[in-house]
């Protein structure tokens, strides 16, 4: 790949030439006229060269002289410059010829060449080298041949012949993206050769395939339709075929700045465009391929693929439309189909009809679909007769479909019309089953029931009339059609008829994989489903329209509805849950990315080329799901919900016996076994937030994620009214109002949920957040603590210390010291005056690898003031007998708490103020003052307060600190833990190592280094635990490594270089 990083820092080459050659206006070098040239070497170059620039400016200011002589204004100076290469007409040729003449070139007539400079000439040695390695690429030698081409590269990047070669030669060797660049940088050299950029744009986008994408997109409607959903199974390669694509998008664009006529460049471009999902530039392209080949339909499907996800799918719609038109009328005045890479079809006609039913044009819709069918049937010579205003003065081809009956019966009473004269196939037989859908669907919009009826008759999806073939048969290829006619038939109060049009896809996408029952549906015969009054099973498809699509509004609205008008407290609460799922729902779609309106996906025709539908599908980015909350069936019989609630129980012990079998490959290190269990585990935890008697109804609410949009009083922008209303409700006979107290727990008397006693479900929780920590999953697993702590379950003293320890654990798995203060915060709360509580504080903040920002933030400082003052007043107001009031009667701690004033001291340190630091080390020493955790503190408070600008009295404070640190040092040097005695001599001399004390900081250094030395050769188990970091002793380890690289830097910059590299060969080198 070296060779492809010369290419791109060969890229000024065309403009400066390469090095030892001058460049003429003509683009030739000085050795294409004169073999002497050649041998120019590159030093007489250089000054060749100069003497060029030189007589360049030399002209120019011959130039300037002669115009000021002249008395010409100073415009008609062009002021060029040193190698500027810039020509103007007022002066750019005498001064140009000025320079050829100083530089012995020719003298090219005409004016100035635009645009790059042709490349030199291959020399011989060049072209020596080439026929080397085509002879070595014949020979199967890629590797030599790579080698020679990369050389010829190097001596001249502008060789076209090599990096063509070498792109033969890369893709032999399986480097597809070398080849590629080889490709680009082949085609720069020919920058308006238009075919050369769309063969690198080809072969960039042929390398999807090796990525595993499937489908480029270039085929028969829709180019890249398809890649664009393919690539959602290889995110590993998603950054490469990003790239690739991208590379694609740029080659097009060179193509079609080289040619603008060029319609292969302009629909390639915009294939990439749509399958990266820039849909307007897309719409953009299409429409100017259009302007140059009207007549492509390939083209024209592409646009119709991707005018529905522009930003402005109205006006793409119409391009669109007028496309379709366009190809309609030329194909109707030539009598015939053919167009430009295909025939029109009848899917066309589909697409075509798609466009105006989704601008709600039902009357336009339908006259397109009969003028287009009855041509597509070879009876245009009859339009005569269905066209135009009839003897009622009223549009024909509004008026009735008769021209689609299956028999003659109606269509006889129209004048001229001759019934032998076309085939009856030509008619009603002819017309496709979802065309006839169509039209059924048209006149019931129109409020024309008497037509859709007889529509509905000849589709009889219930099979009531005698057919050849049954409606299972009939309609197998055109499922989404039942959809569209069961909604309108809803919409005009016909449920009957809507259900067996329903019924009839339901049996249809049981016995296919590809027809899938979406929620889309399963709301629509829900609906269906109310009208009839079957309220049961309108909430068994509401509820699984939402299992299906968990972010369906519709479905949610529905079901609240239903749940509203239940007398049970319980159905309303739950009628309560759903308006706030739904209002959080509306308010995330309502807008995108860049604050604009958010267009909800459409449905597209069921039968498009390229499947337009399933395209879209595919390209319906993947959200991450929410977390699905059981939602019981309510208004079924008792039997009925008996056993769905013992089989939704059995379900769960099994996911809870496979949590078991999986804890203990957990225990063990099984990577593998963590994915299933936390999958189990989750469908265990959510099953218990999901009910409602486990909380209170406040702290359910928001343990459920909703937030209700009454709390400050305003509602969402663009919210639905009837949701707003709905919810306004519900909160007034529910929700909790301003200024009311939570509401009342409720009370559990047994002691399982689902056969699981609760101590178990505790386990369960807590194991699952922290192992949600561990995976990287930190605000999932706080919210499944303060769910185990929000619940009436876990209430007692014991649960909530193991929930808070457990709260306090993921949130030090996570970093996250915000809440580890929060949660320590807890515990000195809950375990006032304890010792313990402000230890575990302490602790919790050294061990979150965090900075210590929350540590000492404003909230931390004075938790831990008001608990100092807390302690004061309870010391200070003590009477002889030691309670609070001097009654005798108390029983609290009255004495000073040693770690509580040093953590505040260490606070104040953290803060750089070392005064009030000073003061509260000082309070800890006077009750424990032979506390080297203290004297330590104090020594280094008065070392860091001494640094400091602001400091009156340096030697006085330096003075107190080491004082300080020798009553720390003496003790601790002398303790039987060879520990202890690292840490004190290494802690001196890290004290004088700050105030440039070096010698005495490298003497404190070296006894750290002798005690690891000692213990090095002595040997056993003492050097295991100093070395090694055995025996739990990390720490040690640490030292010894910070001790020798302190001590290798004093030496390095006392220039001790000998001793520098004595010191990293003995401890540094691992």
Request: overall charge negative; proline content about 4%; some cysteine.
């Amino acid at each position: 790949m070296q060779v492809i990083a010369q290419a791109h820092g060969n890229e000024g080459y065309q403009e400066t030439g390469p090095r030892g050659r001058i460049p003429d206006d003509e683009g030739q070098s000085r050795d294409d006229h004169g073999d002497g040239e050649s041998e120019v070497s590159d030093v007489d170059s250089d000054y060749l060269e100069l003497n060029a620039e030189t007589a360049k400016l030399d002209a120019s200011i011959e130039a300037f002289r002669a115009a000021q002589r002249m008395g010409n204004d100073d415009d008609d100076y062009t002021g060029i410059g040193i190698g500027s290469g810039i020509r103007t007409p007022a002066a750019g040729a005498p001064v140009a010829a000025a320079a050829a003449k100083a530089s012995g070139k020719p003298v090219r007539k005409g004016g100035n060449r635009r645009g790059p400079r042709k490349a030199a000439k291959p020399s011989p040695d060049i072209l020596y080298r080439l026929s080397l390695a085509t002879e070595a690429y014949h020979g199967r030698r890629y590797q030599e041949a790579h080698e020679m081409l990369a050389e010829i590269i190097r001596i001249n990047a502008e060789t076209f012949d090599a990096w063509t070669l070498l792109s033969t030669v890369f893709e032999e060797q399986g480097d597809r993206h070398g080849a590629l660049m080889c490709l680009v940088a082949a085609a720069h050299l020919t920058p308006k050769v238009g075919r050369m950029w769309i063969n690198a744009a080809t072969y960039a986008l042929d390398s999807l395939d090796a990525l595993g994408e499937g489908s480029r997109g270039r085929g028969e409607g829709g180019a890249g339709g398809e890649g664009e959903g393919d690539d959602q199974g290889d995110d590993g390669n998603e950054g490469e075929r990003n790239g690739l694509l991208q590379t694609a998008m740029q080659c097009y664009s060179a193509a079609v700045r080289a040619n603008p006529a060029d319609v292969a460049a302009r629909t390639g471009k915009a294939d990439v465009l749509m399958t990266l999902g820039h849909a307007s530039l897309a719409v953009s392209q299409y429409q100017r391929a259009l302007r140059h080949r009207p007549l492509n339909i390939r083209t024209v499907r592409n646009l119709a693929d991707v005018a529905l996800d522009a930003r402005d799918p109205r006006q793409s719609s119409a391009a669109a439309m007028a496309a379709y038109r366009r190809v309609i009328d030329h194909c109707q005045a030539g009598a015939t189909t053919s167009l430009e890479e295909g025939d029109f079809e009848w899917s066309d006609l589909r697409i075509y009809l798609e466009f105006f039913a989704m601008l709600e044009r039902w009357a336009d819709a339908a006259r397109e679909l009969k003028e287009v069918s009855r041509w597509l049937l070879g009876r245009r010579e009859e339009a005569h007769l269905w066209e135009g205003e009839g003897d009622d003065g009223g549009d024909r081809l509004l008026r009735d479909d008769r021209e689609w009956d299956v028999h003659d019966n109606r269509r006889i009473s129209v004048p001229g019309y001759e019934p032998a004269r076309f085939p009856l196939e030509s008619y009603g037989l002819g017309l496709p089953v979802d065309l006839r859908a169509r039209l059924c669907v048209y006149r019931l919009k129109l409020g024309q029931e008497h037509e859709a009826m007889l529509h509905l008759e000849l589709l009889d999806p219930k099979d009531e009339q005698p057919q050849d073939t049954p409606a299972l048969e009939r309609f197998r290829d055109f499922p989404d059609c039942l959809k569209d006619v069961g909604v309108a038939l809803l919409e005009r109060d016909r449920p009957e008829e809507a259900m067996g049009c329903f019924e009839l896809y339901r049996r249809i996408a049981a016995g296919s994989e590809d027809v899938l029952v979406d929620s889309d549906m399963l709301v629509s015969q829900g609906r269906c489903y109310l009208t009839m009054g079957d309220k049961a099973a309108a909430e068994e498809c509401f509820i699984a329209a939402i299992e299906e699509d968990d972010e369906n509004i519709d479905a949610r609205f529905e079901l609240a509805k239903i749940y509203e008008g239940e007398q049970e407290k319980e159905g309303r609460e739950e009628a309560f849950l759903l308006v706030n799922e739904a209002l959080n729902l509306e308010a995330q779609h309502v807008e995108g990315a860049d604050g604009a309106p958010k267009r909800a996906p459409r449905r597209l025709a069921p039968h498009m080329p390229g499947e337009l539908r399933r395209r879209e599908r595919m390209m319906k980015p993947r959200k991450e799901r929410r977390r699905m909350r059981y939602r019981p069936r309510r208004l079924g019989d008792s039997e009925e919900r008996r056993k769905y609630d013992q089989e939704r129980t059995a379900a769960l012990s099994e996911r809870y016996r496979l949590c078991l079998n999986l804890k203990d490959r957990l225990g063990s290190g099984d990577t593998e076994a963590i994915s299933p269990w936390l999958e189990a585990a989750k469908e265990l935890v959510d099953d218990f937030r999901s009910s409602k008697e486990f909380y209170p109804w406040d702290m359910y609410v928001r343990s459920q994620g909703f937030v209700t949009y009454f709390a400050d009083q305003q509602a969402p922008p663009h919210a639905n009214s009837k949701l707003i209303a709905m919810a306004a409700r519900l909160q007034q006979n529910l929700a909790p109002t301003e200024g009311e107290e939570h509401s009342v727990a409720p009370v559990i008397i047994r002691h399982e949920h689902r056969g699981i006693p609760f101590n178990e479900w505790l386990d369960l929780f807590l194991e699952y957040a922290i192992n949600l920590a561990f995976t990287q999953q930190a605000q999932e697993s706080y919210e499944i603590c303060t769910s185990a702590k929000d619940s009436v379950v876990f209430k007692s003293k014991e649960n909530a210390f193991l929930i808070h320890l457990t709260h306090a654990t993921c949130a030090v798995v996570s970093g996250d010291e915000e809440q580890c203060v929060s949660v320590a915060r807890f515990f000195m709360r809950e375990y006032t005056h304890c010792t313990d509580s402000y230890r575990i504080f302490a602790a919790l903040c050294r061990v979150c690898q965090a900075p210590v920002s929350w540590y000492s933030s404003g909230p931390a400082q004075k938790f831990i003031l008001r608990q100092i003052r807390q302690m004061d007043r309870a010391t200070t107001a003590s009477g002889p007998d030691g309670d609070g009031d001097g009654t005798g009667t108390g029983t609290g701690n009255t004495d000073l708490d040693v770690c509580l004033l040093t953590i505040y001291g260490h606070i104040m340190f953290t803060t750089t103020s070392y005064t009030y630091a000073l003061s509260y080390f000082m309070r800890a020493a006077s009750i424990d003052p032979d506390n080297p955790m203290i004297n330590l503190s104090l020594g280094i408070a008065y070392i860091h307060y001494a640094l400091k600008r602001q400091a009156t009295n340096r030697q006085y404070l330096l003075t107190q600190g080491f004082a300080f640190l020798a009553r720390y040092h003496g003790p601790r040097s002398r303790s039987a833990s060879a520990a202890e005695r690292q840490e004190a001599n290494f802690n001196m001399g890290r004290a004088y190592h700050i105030v440039g004390l070096a010698p005495l900081a490298a003497e404190y250094y070296g006894r750290v280094l002798d005690e690891a030395r000692s213990a090095r050769a002595a040997g056993g188990a003492r050097a295991g635990t100093l070395l090694a970091g055995g025996g739990g002793e990390e720490e040690e380890e640490m030292l010894v490594l910070e001790a020798a690289y302190n001590l290798k830097t004093i030496c390095f910059g006392a220039g001790d270089l000998e001793g520098a590299r004595a010191v990293t060969d003995e401890w540094l080198v691992l």
